[in-house]
């Protein structure tokens, strides 16, 4: 198994947001006085783990595009993912072109990135089609 790690600042109010914004039960939750407490999703058919940050830490978002995230690929619109997204309360930009596919972001509340993207069948604005 392969699993993504995102560091959030409070691992409770993370999970609610997953469970009540994406719609995701956690398969596995630290208990509260874990040294370490993580969170655990099957997420896109892989798993995504929480990992809090030490108490007092915040995540950083300055240089978003300079940091990992988690892609999902899709072969389907991308408006109704985006529109059932925004309507649940998170934040998400515009579906965009981008260099060979059309794409999405959305940020849970610590400002972790996650981009929803499906290749392009025709040219974008700054690539080729797929």
Do not use: Q
């Amino acid at each position: 198994m392969v699993t993504t790690v995102l560091r959030v600042s409070d691992l409770t109010a993370s999970v609610a947001w997953f469970r009540d914004r994406l719609e995701i039960e956690p398969v596995f939750v630290s208990p509260p006085d874990a040294t370490e407490p993580l969170a655990v999703f099957p997420f896109a058919g892989a798993v995504l783990t929480l990992w809090a940050l030490p108490p007092g830490e915040a995540h950083r978002r300055a240089h978003l595009d300079r940091t990992s995230y988690v892609v999902v690929v899709v072969d389907a619109d991308l408006d109704p993912i985006h529109d059932r997204l925004a309507a649940a309360g998170v934040e998400v930009t515009e579906v965009a072109p981008g260099a060979d596919n059309v794409r999405f972001y959305f940020f849970d509340p610590d400002g972790n990135r996650f981009e929803v993207s499906r290749p392009a069948t025709e040219p974008t604005a700054t690539g080729p089609a797929a």
